[in-house]
């Protein structure tokens, strides 16, 4: 069943699942949160602790090397028939009986895993306005009077069978487990930026400014120097934007950062394993610079990282 947010009782409000990730990691004394459905009527209907949801996995830092469960929410305990989820979840079954959605993504949908489908580009500033913005289109579908025009609406929201996300960290996720699948033809749009596979979507460093299409780009990194909680890094492949082969190189200050704690501890994580590397996410571009280039990004939600060591081929 799909459960795209949850009521936070420790934060008083509904959360994704990468804003509950970012919320963990920002605490001081860390413990796991607690959380409730989001529709607020069925999170009333048990008035002793509330329609619980389970958060899985948002407390684990992903890990490129060893596949695991990406974060998420799951039931936990029965919902109403009139939650929205329950509604969703009715629709998206009627569609899958009609065969009208992408089959590769419900079979992988029914083993668990989170498909994005849709996904739009994370806002550079976190605010209430774009936690509260990211529901628009199921909040409009649950203004409908009755539940024949709410199925149906659900229905062709989520006709393709995938979910959409403006989490970077979520799409990587996916990516790495449709890479682990073979399942990386699979279609996803972009929103302002048109449909993509996910083989096309991701682009290697070594191929950039190969098309002016928006991309994500990646590439392997090893730790320079750790200014605590900042850091910088350096990749294995020069990148040529026209003038040769450039050493590319990231450097997050201390203020920023200590803005991500989940960024800076997987960085924690390479400096006590020499032998490791870091996969290196972003959304944006290369600058260049008096020594090489830099990675280039507007916010720090347009950067992701996985900690990796290399597999012993002996």
């Given at each position: 069943m799909?459960?795209?947010?949850?009521f936070c009782?420790e934060l008083?409000?509904?959360?994704?699942?990468?804003?509950?990730r970012e919320?963990?990691?920002?605490?001081?004394?860390r413990?796991r949160?607690?959380?409730?459905?989001?529709d607020?009527?069925?999170?009333?209907s048990d008035p002793?602790?509330?329609?619980?949801?389970?958060?899985v996995?948002?407390?684990?830092?992903p890990?490129?090397?060893?596949?695991?469960?990406?974060?998420?929410?799951?039931?936990?305990?029965?919902?109403?028939?009139?939650?929205?989820?329950?509604?969703?979840?009715e629709?998206e079954?009627l569609?899958?009986?009609?065969n009208?959605?992408?089959?590769?993504?419900?079979?992988?949908?029914?083993k668990?895993?989170?498909?994005?489908?849709r996904?739009?580009?994370?806002?550079t500033?976190a605010t209430?306005t774009?936690?509260?913005?990211?529901?628009d289109?199921?909040?409009?579908?649950r203004t409908?009077?009755?539940?024949?025009?709410r199925?149906s609406?659900y229905?062709?929201?989520?006709?393709?069978?995938?979910?959409?996300?403006?989490?970077?960290?979520?799409?990587v996720s996916c990516y790495?487990?449709?890479?682990h699948?073979?399942a990386?033809?699979i279609?996803?749009?972009?929103?302002?930026h048109?449909n993509y596979?996910f083989?096309?979507l991701f682009?290697h460093?070594?191929?950039?400014?190969?098309d002016d299409?928006?991309?994500v780009?990646?590439?392997?990194?090893?730790?320079y120097k750790?200014?605590?909680?900042?850091?910088?890094?350096?990749?294995?492949?020069?990148?040529d934007?026209g003038?040769?082969?450039?050493?590319?190189?990231?450097?997050?200050?201390?203020?920023?950062?200590g803005?991500?704690?989940?960024?800076?501890?997987t960085?924690?994580v390479?400096?006590?394993?020499?032998?490791?590397?870091?996969?290196v996410?972003?959304?944006?571009?290369?600058?260049?610079?008096?020594?090489?280039l830099?990675?280039?990004?507007?916010?720090l939600?347009?950067?992701a990282?996985?900690?990796?060591?290399p597999?012993?081929?002996?």
């Amino acid at each position: 069943m799909r459960i795209e947010k949850a009521f936070c009782v420790e934060l008083g409000k509904s959360l994704d699942i990468e804003q509950a990730r970012e919320a963990y990691f920002a605490q001081g004394k860390r413990r796991r949160f607690t959380f409730l459905c989001s529709d607020e009527r069925c999170r009333a209907s048990d008035p002793r602790i509330g329609v619980r949801v389970s958060g899985v996995n948002y407390d684990k830092l992903p890990n490129v090397d060893t596949i695991f469960k990406t974060a998420h929410f799951r039931r936990q305990d029965p919902h109403i028939p009139s939650c929205y989820w329950m509604e969703i979840k009715e629709a998206e079954d009627l569609e899958r009986v009609s065969n009208n959605g992408n089959d590769l993504v419900s079979a992988l949908t029914a083993k668990g895993m989170t498909v994005i489908t849709r996904f739009s580009i994370p806002k550079t500033i976190a605010t209430d306005t774009e936690q509260n913005e990211e529901q628009d289109e199921i909040d409009q579908i649950r203004t409908k009077p009755s539940r024949e025009e709410r199925i149906s609406a659900y229905r062709k929201l989520f006709s393709g069978g995938g979910s959409s996300s403006k989490s970077l960290e979520s799409l990587v996720s996916c990516y790495e487990e449709l890479k682990h699948e073979e399942a990386l033809d699979i279609s996803i749009h972009v929103d302002s930026h048109g449909n993509y596979s996910f083989k096309d979507l991701f682009c290697h460093v070594a191929n950039i400014k190969k098309d002016d299409r928006f991309h994500v780009y990646y590439g392997g990194a090893k730790l320079y120097k750790r200014y605590h909680p900042g850091f910088s890094l350096y990749f294995f492949d020069d990148v040529d934007v026209g003038n040769g082969g450039q050493r590319l190189s990231l450097y997050v200050d201390k203020q920023n950062a200590g803005r991500a704690n989940h960024l800076a501890e997987t960085v924690d994580v390479a400096e006590s394993n020499p032998q490791s590397y870091l996969t290196v996410y972003w959304i944006g571009g290369v600058r260049e610079e008096e020594r090489g280039l830099a990675v280039d990004i507007n916010s720090l939600r347009h950067l992701a990282l996985r900690f990796k060591v290399p597999q012993n081929r002996g």
